[in-house]
């Protein structure tokens, strides 16, 4: 059975697709069956991974809306161990044609429920929102990763996301577990960054990973090219920081001795 981990923060900008698509393929890697659902409208998890959104024919939309079985819509990717159940502009309409139907909230759950069992993780990417799509992801997901970019508005609104799980957590999904708070976007040169770290860390104390993703040139190039940067440059930092991620992510859960190489900061 599988694990259902959604990357959430509805912040824009603060790496939640760049997690979603590397760390997906990090545990593909460590040879974890792994999907990808894509569950934002602009669909770049979906492009990011190589399939062109203005050609798929199904999708999350006709999942949630039509009741379509996700073994219909999963698509492979390039990635051994790495499915993908795209993500097609028609999302955008999605949260609207839900909001009479019975149960709304669950609809995600009982999709995933179809498929949990033929994967070891399920990650979703999330849009940077708190609509209805985003708290159908948190109603069916055991844990949460919340990206925090090392930036100066970096808390801005974590309090609003933080007070929304809590919510999900007592109405809708009292298994909901904050798997962890993820720095990204940091850079070594920054004293800001630094800074930033120093603060997330004092706040949130254990609830942040050890791993931080670095500002990496070729984790912001592999997108363009429809690939994980794991699969663009193996040995960049990028690909090493989401590694460890999912290294670390694995060892919290028990399903291995080995500790991630974390970078010190």
């Known amino acids: 059975m599988?694990?259902?981990i959604a990357i959430a923060?509805?912040?824009g900008g603060v790496g939640k697709t760049t997690t979603s698509i590397n760390l997906a393929a990090s545990l593909a890697v460590l040879e974890h069956k792994t999907l990808l659902v894509d569950a934002d409208p602009q669909a770049n998890s979906t492009s990011g991974i190589g399939f062109d959104p203005r050609t798929i024919r199904s999708s999350v939309y006709e999942c949630l809306v039509n009741d379509l079985n996700p073994r219909e819509?999963?698509?492979q990717t390039d990635t051994p161990n790495l499915d993908l159940l795209p993500a097609h502009i028609d999302l955008v309409g999605a949260e609207i044609e839900m909001i009479n139907m019975?149960?709304?909230?669950?609809?995600?759950?009982?999709?995933?429920?179809q498929v949990k069992d033929d994967y070891d993780f399920i990650i979703v990417d999330c849009s940077p929102s708190l609509g209805l799509i985003t708290i159908n992801a948190l109603t069916a997901s055991d844990s949460v990763i919340i990206p925090v970019q090392c930036e100066y508005f970096a808390l801005e609104g974590l309090g609003k996301l933080l007070n929304t799980i809590k919510i999900v957590q007592t109405r809708l999904n009292t298994a909901l577990e904050i798997e962890g708070i993820l720095l990204t976007m940091y850079d070594v040169r920054l004293r800001l960054?630094?800074?930033v770290v120093e603060e997330v860390r004092t706040h949130f104390s254990e609830l942040v990973f050890d791993t931080i993703i670095?500002?990496?040139t070729r984790l912001s190039e592999a997108p363009s090219f429809g690939i994980s940067v794991i699969m663009h440059d193996a040995s960049c930092k990028g690909a090493i920081n989401y590694l460890n991620l999912a290294r670390e992510i694995?060892?919290?859960n028990g399903l291995?001795?080995?500790s991630p190489q974390i970078a010190t900061v």
């Open 250 to 252: 694995l060892q919290k």
């Open 214 to 216: 670095q500002r990496n």
């Open 193 to 195: 960054s630094n800074q």
């Open 73 to 75: 819509a999963i698509v």
């Open 9 to 11: 923060n509805q912040k």
């Open 2 to 4: 599988g694990k259902i």
């Open 256 to 258: 291995t001795t080995e």
């Open 102 to 113: 019975h149960e709304r909230e669950f609809k995600m759950l009982r999709m995933i429920e």
